[in-house]
C-alpha cells in the first residue's frame, strides 16, 4: 500500500511539476539576455488553450504541439517588439500582456467550442507512460540542452553577456537586440512545451493557476541557473502534488494547504534575498551611447 | 517658447487617445474576420452603452468599482511601487469592512463610515506585509503581491466558508451573515433624478460613488497639493534625485504602499454593501488586475483615471453588446484592453523620443 | 610609414566642441601619449576611432588606406583595439570566457576553449601578462582585471592599442607591470596610444606626446623636447583667470572639519586615508585633485550618511556620521551635485518644484502638510529674476531649460536655502562661460555672507581663482594645503602628481 503511494506521488509530482519547469526554463532564456517576463503566466495560458485547439482541430498532438509552441512565440514576440525594440517598462509589458491573454482563450473559445469557460474535450493526447503524461519525460533532455546551450555553445556565452554587461558585448560588436529577442522567444516556446503537460485532454479557463508566476519565484530560488531552477520547480510541483493527493487527509482545512506553495514561494523569497543575483543588467532598456 | 510648449502639450497628449484609436481600430478588424461589418459592431455597442439612459447609467455605476481600483494601483505606480497586489487586498478588505457591517452595532451616520475606514484597513494590513518585505528586505514587490493574491483568496475562502460563514441564510454559494441595515448603501439616484439626470431604479448609482469621489479627490489632494504626495512623484521619478534631496525613500515607498493598499480595500463597497448586502467568496474577482489596466491607460493620475474608468466600463458593457448582438464575444475587451496598455505606452516612448530629439535640435 | 593618421577630424555636441580639426598620427613601434585636462577631448577623439562616435568631419587612415569606421567591430575587423577606462568586462564570467567574447572558436555553434586557451596563453607569455584563465573576472583585483581587457585586444589581433587613462585604477607597482607590457608590445611592433594625466607616466613610457586642450591639438612632441613644465604649460594654456571680484577673507570659525576619514572601495581598495581638513566660515577651501583621488568619497561622507572606517566629521563642532540626508540639509548643508542630470534635478518636474526641493518639507512651503504653491511660485519668480535663469516661466519642466540654466537652478536652490556650508562640486562642468561666471560670482557671494564653501573641481583654474585656501588631494588624502597668495599653478599643478615639495 505504502510504495504504490509514494511511486504515485513521485510520477504524479514530475507530471504537476513540468509546467512550472518549463515555463521557469523560459524564463531563464529570457531574463539572462535581460529582460524580465511576468507574463509566463498570460503566454501559458494562451498556449493551454491553443494545444486543445491544435490538436482537436487537426486530430494530431503534434498539431497540438505546433499551435502551442507558435502561439507561445507569438506572444512573446508582442513583449519582445515593445521591451526591446520600443523599450517600453518590461513590467508594464508583462501587465498588458496578461490582460491580453485572459481574453484571448475565452475569445477563441467561445469561437471554436461555443462556450467561453472550457473547451471540448480532447483525445488527441501523447499516450500515458507510468500513468503520467509522457510528454513530462521530455523535460529531463530538454533541462540538459538547455544547460548545454547556455553554458557550452557560443550562442549562450553571447545571451547571457547581454543580460549581464550590454555596453559590453556593444564594444565587442555582439548585436544586443537580437539576441534579446532570441531570448524573449525563447520564453514563449518554453510555455508552449508547458502547456503540453498542463492538461491537454481540455482546456478550462483558469487552469493555469499562477504557474507562470511560480514559476518566476523558481527563477529566483534556482538563481536564474537553468538546473537549479527546475529544481526549485520541482520543490513548488511537488508541494502541490502534496496538497492534492493528501488534503482530505491532513485535519487541517483544505483553503490552508491550498495556500502552501504560494507560502511556499514567498519563504523562499525570503531566505534567498540578497543571495541569489540576477543577471545585471536585468530588467534594464538598453539604449546605445550618443 | 510658448509655442513650442504647446506643441509638446499636444504630443504628449496624444498618445493615449492614439492608443484607444487603435485599439478600436483592432477590434473592428477582429470582428470584420469574424464576419461582422464594422457598422453592425459599433451599432451593437452603441446600443449597449449609449443607446438609453438605464444603458448609459450602467457604465458609471459599473465605472465606480473601477475607479477606486485604478486609483489604488495609481498611487503606488506614482511612487514606482508596482501593487499587483490590488485583487487580494481588496478580498481581504472587503470581508473586514463586511465584517465590522456585520458584528458591530452602531447608529448609521457611525456605522457607514466605520465600514469604509475597516474596508481600508483590511486592504492597508493586507498591502503591510509585500510593502515591508520590500522596504526591510529588498524583495521586489511584484512577485510577493502575486502570491498574496493566492494567499488572499484561500484565506477569505476559508473563513467564509468556515469561522465567518453564514450559513443557515437561504444561499447556495458560502456566505457570511447579513450586513446590518445600519451600514447597507442606499441608492442616489433620486439625485440624478432629481437635477434631471434619468437613471432607472435598477442601476446602482449608490453610497460608493460618493466615497468614489471623496477619494478622487483625496488622491488628487495628497499627490499635487500634499508635501507627501510631492515626495511620491519625485521618489517614482527618480530614487537618486529623491535621496540627494533628502526624501526618506523607504517611508515614502512604505505610505505609496499603504495608500495603494486601503483604496484598494474599497473596491468591493458597491458590490458588498450596495448590491448584495453579505460578503461571499463570489465577489467579482479581476477587478484588481483590471485596475493596474485602468491606471496604466489612465497615465496614473487621478483625473486620468476617471476618463480610463469610465472608458474601461464602457469597453466592458460593449462587451456584453458585443456577445449579444454579434458574433464578436464578450472576451475580446481583455484582448483589447491588453493592447491598449501595449499601443500607449509605446506610442508614449515614440512620442517621447520624438520630443527629446526635437528639443535637442532646438537646443543645439 | 604610419599605422594610423587621423586627420582633421571634428564633433560636436550640442553647445560644445568635443574635437576641433584635431590631427592625429601613430606610428608602427611606437607609444604616443595623449594628454589633457579632463574634458579637453581625448576620450571623444578614441571613440571615434573606435567607432563609438562618427566624427562630423575629418578622415581616419589605416596604413595609408582612408577607412570609415562605423561601429566598434569595423575598428576591431581593422586590428583597433581600446582598452576602456571603465572595464568593459562580465564579472560573473571566467577570464576565459571575457577574452574569448565576440570571437569565439567553435564547431557547429559549441564553444572550443582549449585552442583559444593555448593560444591566449601564449600571448600571456609574450607580453608579460599572466592571469589564471579559470578564475572568475569578479574575483579578480583591478590591475589584474585590467590585463583581462589588454588580452582581449591583443586575442582580437590588434596592431593600434588605444589605452584610456589605464594607470588610474592602479597602484604604483601595478603600474611598472603595465609599462613593461607597453614596451614589449611595442617592440612587436604595435602602435600604442597612452591617455593620461599623470605626467610623470607620460615622460617615463611615452616616445611621443601630443597636448590637446579644449577640443584642438596645442603640440606634439617627441620624447626628447618635452618636460613636466611645458607640458603642464600647454595642457592648461595661459592661465585664463575669469574675472572674480573677491574682497579680502575674513575667515570666522571652523564650521566643517573632516577628521581621519579612512573608507575602503567594495573592492577592499583605501579610497579615503586619514583624510582631515577644515572650513571656516567666509572662506572658500578648493580640493584640488585629479580625479578619482578621494573626492566622490569625501563629498559624500560630508553630505550623506556613509560607511566610514574610522575618522569623523563635525559642523560646527558637532559629528553629523549618524544624519540622514535630510537632517544633514536642515542643519545647513548645501550641496550643488556633480552630476546635475543624475541627482541635482528632477527633470520632468516644474521650475519651481525643482527650487524647493530639498526643502520642501519645510515653511514656508509649506503650511502643515499642504504645500502652499502661491508662495512657491512668487519665492520661484524671485529666483528666476535674482538668478538670471532663462525660462518662459517657473512652471516650465527643467528638462526645458539649457544646462548652464539647469546649473545655474541648481545653484540658486541651494544658495538660497542659506546653509552654513555649500558642499560645490564640480560646479561649472559642462556649463557655458556665462553662466561660470555667474556661478563663481554666487560663490564669492556665499563667502562675503560668511557661508563655509567646499569647492570640489577638476578644473585647476577654477580652484585658483576662486579659493581662499587650496588643499591637494592625492590618493585619498590631503598631501598638502596652500594659502591663495602663495599658490601657483605650477606648484599645485605638480603636488596634484604626487609630488609633495614644490619644484
Known amino acids: 500500500m505504502f510504495f504504490p503511494t509514494l511511486l504515485d506521488f513521485l510520477f504524479r509530482g514530475l507530471e504537476m511539476s513540468a509546467p512550472i519547469a518549463f515555463c521557469a526554463l523560459g524564463a531563464v532564456f529570457c531574463e539572462k539576455s535581460g529582460v524580465v517576463n511576468i507574463a509566463l503566466e498570460g503566454f501559458l495560458s494562451v498556449t493551454a488553450f491553443t494545444v486543445v485547439w491544435g490538436s482537436i482541430a487537426f486530430q494530431s498532438v503534434w498539431m497540438g504541439l505546433a499551435f502551442a509552441v507558435a502561439s507561445g512565440v507569438l506572444m512573446s514576440l508582442m513583449h519582445a517588439v515593445a521591451t526591446v525594440t520600443f523599450r517600453v517598462n518590461q513590467i508594464v509589458s508583462g501587465v498588458a500582456l496578461n490582460t491580453l491573454a485572459v481574453g484571448v482563450g475565452r475569445f477563441l473559445s467561445q469561437k471554436v467550442f461555443e462556450q467561453e469557460t472550457q473547451s471540448a474535450a480532447n483525445s488527441y493526447m501523447f499516450p500515458t507512460v507510468l500513468h503520467i503524461n509522457s510528454f513530462t519525460f521530455v523535460l529531463i533532455p530538454v533541462v540538459a540542452a538547455c544547460w548545454f546551450v547556455l553554458y557550452k555553445t557560443v550562442f549562450g556565452l553571447r545571451l547571457r553577456t547581454v543580460g ?28 508552449g512545451l508547458a502547456a503540453m503537460v498542463l492538461y491537454p485532454s481540455k482546456w478550462v479557463n483558469g487552469m493555469t493557476g ?52 504560494y507560502v511556499l514561494a514567498i519563504v523562499v523569497l525570503v531566505a534567498v534575498r540578497g543571495k541569489s543575483r540576477a543577471p545585471a543588467a536585468d530588467g534594464i532598456p538598453y539604449e546605445k551611447g550618443e | 517658447m510658448r509655442k513650442t510648449k504647446s506643441k509638446y502639450r499636444v504630443l504628449e497628449t496624444l498618445s493615449p487617445i492614439l492608443g484607444v484609436l487603435a485599439s478600436v481600430l483592432v477590434l473592428l478588424v477582429i470582428a470584420m474576420i469574424i464576419g461582422e461589418m464594422p457598422g453592425k459592431t459599433l451599432n451593437a455597442i452603441y446600443k449597449f452603452t449609449l443607446a438609453s439612459a438605464s444603458r448609459l447609467s450602467t457604465i458609471f455605476s459599473v465605472a465606480i468599482p473601477l475607479f477606486l481600483a485604478g486609483l489604488a494601483v495609481a498611487v503606488a505606480f506614482q511612487a514606482n511601487v508596482f501593487n499587483i497586489g490590488v485583487e487580494g487586498q481588496y478580498f481581504v478588505g472587503g470581508l473586514v469592512g463586511a465584517m465590522a457591517g456585520i458584528y458591530l452595532r452602531l447608529p448609521v451616520y457611525l456605522h457607514l463610515p466605520v465600514v469604509v475606514l475597516a474596508s481600508m484597513a483590511g486592504g492597508a494590513l493586507w498591502a503591510a506585509i509585500p510593502a515591508l518585505l520590500k522596504v526591510r528586505m529588498g524583495i521586489h514587490e511584484v512577485i510577493t503581491t502575486i502570491m498574496f493574491n493566492n494567499i488572499a483568496a484561500a484565506l477569505v475562502n476559508f473563513l467564509v466558508n468556515g469561522p465567518l460563514s ?24 433620486h439625485w440624478f433624478n432629481a437635477i434631471g439626470l434619468k437613471v432607472p431604479k435598477h442601476v446602482y448609482l449608490d453610497y460608493s460613488l460618493i466615497v468614489a469621489i471623496v477619494m478622487g479627490f483625496l488622491v488628487w489632494f495628497l499627490l499635487y497639493r500634499l508635501r507627501q504626495g510631492f515626495e511620491i512623484r519625485a521618489v517614482g521619478t527618480s530614487l537618486e534625485v529623491s535621496q540627494y534631496a533628502g526624501i526618506r525613500v523607504k517611508r ?21 454593501f450596495a448590491i448584495r448586502g453579505v460578503y461571499t467568496f463570489e465577489i467579482a474577482a479581476g477587478l484588481g488586475f483590471d485596475g493596474i489596466a485602468i491606471a496604466l491607460i489612465g497615465g496614473n493620475s487621478p483625473v486620468g483615471v476617471i476618463f480610463s474608468s469610465v472608458l474601461f466600463a464602457f469597453f466592458k458593457q460593449a462587451g456584453y453588446g458585443l456577445q449579444l448582438y454579434t458574433a464578436v464575444p464578450n472576451a475580446i475587451i481583455y484582448v483589447i484592453s491588453g493592447l491598449m496598455i501595449l499601443f500607449i505606452v509605446v506610442i508614449n516612448e515614440v512620442t517621447t523620443r520624438y520630443i527629446r530629439a526635437l528639443r535637442r535640435k532646438e537646443a543645439a | 610609414m604610419t599605422l594610423l593618421k587621423m586627420d582633421g577630424i571634428t564633433k560636436v555636441f550640442p553647445g560644445v566642441r568635443a574635437n576641433d580639426q584635431v590631427t592625429f598620427d601613430l606610428a608602427p613601434g611606437e607609444i604616443h601619449a595623449l594628454v589633457g ?11 571615434i576611432l573606435y567607432g563609438l562616435y562618427r566624427p562630423d568631419s575629418g578622415t581616419i587612415r589605416l596604413r595609408d588606406q582612408a577607412v570609415a569606421i562605423k561601429n566598434p567591430r569595423d575598428a576591431i575587423a581593422r586590428g583597433i583595439g581600446m582598452v576602456h577606462q571603465h572595464f568593459m568586462l562580465v564579472p560573473p564570467f571566467s577570464v576565459l570566457e571575457n577574452i574569448i567574447l565576440g570571437k569565439e572558436s567553435q564547431t557547429a555553434g559549441v564553444l572550443r576553449l582549449e585552442e583559444p586557451a593555448r593560444e591566449i596563453t601564449e600571448i600571456m607569455n609574450r607580453n608579460g ?19 583581462v581587457e589588454i588580452l582581449k585586444v591583443l586575442y582580437r589581433g590588434a596592431e593600434v592599442l588605444v589605452f584610456d587613462e589605464p594607470t588610474a585604477v592602479l597602484t604604483p607597482q601595478e603600474v611598472v607591470e603595465l609599462f613593461k607590457t607597453f614596451r614589449m608590445m611595442r617592440d612587436q611592433g604595435k602602435g600604442l596610444i597612452f591617455i593620461s594625466h599623470k605626467l610623470d607616466e607620460v615622460l617615463d613610457i611615452a616616445d611621443r606626446i601630443t597636448v590637446i586642450r579644449r577640443g584642438q591639438v596645442v603640440k606634439t612632441l617627441l620624447r626628447a623636447e618635452a618636460s613636466k613644465p ?26 566643517l572639519e573632516v577628521r581621519g576619514l579612512r573608507q575602503r572601495s567594495p573592492r577592499g581598495h583605501l579610497v579615503l586615508e586619514d583624510l582631515s581638513l577644515e572650513v571656516r566660515a567666509g572662506e572658500i577651501y578648493g580640493l584640488a585633485g585629479v580625479e578619482g583621488n578621494g573626492q566622490s568619497e569625501l563629498v559624500r561622507a560630508i553630505t550623506e550618511a556613509v560607511r566610514l572606517e574610522s575618522g569623523d566629521v563635525l559642523l560646527e563642532e ?3 556620521l549618524a544624519w540622514d540626508v535630510r537632517t544633514r540639509r536642515d542643519r545647513g548643508i548645501g550641496h550643488i551635485p556633480e552630476d546635475r542630470h543624475r541627482y541635482g534635478l528632477l527633470l520632468p518636474f516644474s521650475l519651481a518644484e525643482n527650487l524647493v526641493l530639498g526643502r520642501h518639507h519645510r515653511s514656508p512651503f509649506v503650511r502643515g502638510s499642504v504645500v502652499d504653491f502661491a508662495r512657491m511660485r512668487a519665492y520661484a519668480r524671485e529666483s528666476i529674476e535674482k538668478y538670471d535663469i532663462r525660462t518662459p516661466s517657473e512652471l516650465t519642466p527643467a528638462h526645458a531649460l539649457s544646462g548652464g540654466n539647469q546649473q545655474k537652478l541648481i545653484v540658486a536652490r541651494e544658495m538660497r536655502f542659506d546653509p552654513i556650508l555649500l558642499v560645490a562640486s564640480q560646479p561649472t562642468r559642462g556649463v557655458d562661460v556665462g553662466a561660470t561666471e555667474f556661478i563663481y560670482q554666487q560663490l564669492v557671494e556665499a563667502r562675503s555672507r560668511g557661508k563655509a564653501v567646499l569647492l570640489v573641481s577638476a578644473d585647476l583654474d577654477e580652484v585658483l581663482s576662486l579659493s581662499d585656501r587650496i588643499g591637494v588631494i592625492f590618493k585619498g588624502r590631503i598631501i598638502r594645503e596652500f594659502r591663495q597668495e602663495e599658490a601657483t599653478k605650477e606648484q599645485v599643478g605638480l603636488c596634484m602628481t604626487g609630488e609633495k615639495r614644490s619644484a
Not at chain 1, 549581464?164 to 516556446?189: C, H, K
Not at chain 2, 515614502?252 to 458588498?272: D, H, K, N, P, R
Open chain 2, 252 to 272: 515614502v515607498q512604505m505610505t505609496a504602499f499603504l495608500a495603494s493598499g486601503s483604496l484598494a480595500g474599497l473596491i468591493g463597497l458597491q458590490e458588498i
Open chain 1, 164 to 191: 549581464e554587461n550590454p555596453e559590453a558585448a556593444d564594444t565587442l560588436g555582439i548585436s544586443v537586440n537580437s539576441l534579446r529577442y532570441v531570448g524573449v522567444i525563447m520564453s514563449g516556446v518554453m510555455c
Open chain 3, 37 to 47: 585636462e579632463n574634458g579637453a577631448g581625448k576620450t571623444t577623439l578614441m571613440k
Open chain 3, 129 to 147: 601578462l599572466p592571469v589564471d584563465l579559470t578564475a572568475r573576472v569578479e574575483d579578480l583585483p583591478v590591475g589584474l582585471q585590467q590585463r
Open chain 3, 318 to 320: 558637532q559629528s553629523i
Open chain 2, 166 to 189: 453564514g450559513r443557515g441564510e437561504k444561499s447556495l454559494e458560502p456566505q457570511t451573515l447579513k450586513i446590518q441595515s445600519t451600514a447597507l448603501f442606499g441608492k442616489l439616484n
Open chain 1, 210 to 261: 499562477g504557474r507562470g508566476y511560480i514559476a518566476l519565484a523558481a527563477l529566483i530560488f534556482g538563481r536564474w541557473h537553468p538546473v537549479y531552477a527546475v529544481l526549485a520547480a520541482l520543490l513548488f510541483g511537488y508541494a502541490d502534488t502534496f496538497r492534492i493527493m493528501f488534503e482530505s487527509k491532513i485535519p487541517i482545512p483544505s483553503q490552508f494547504v491550498q495556500m502552501l506553495p
Open chain 3, 230 to 255: 611645458l607640458i603642464a604649460e600647454l595642457m592648461v594654456g595661459k592661465p585664463v583667470f575669469l574675472h572674480v571680484d573677491k574682497p579680502p577673507a575674513a575667515p570666522g570659525a571652523v564650521i
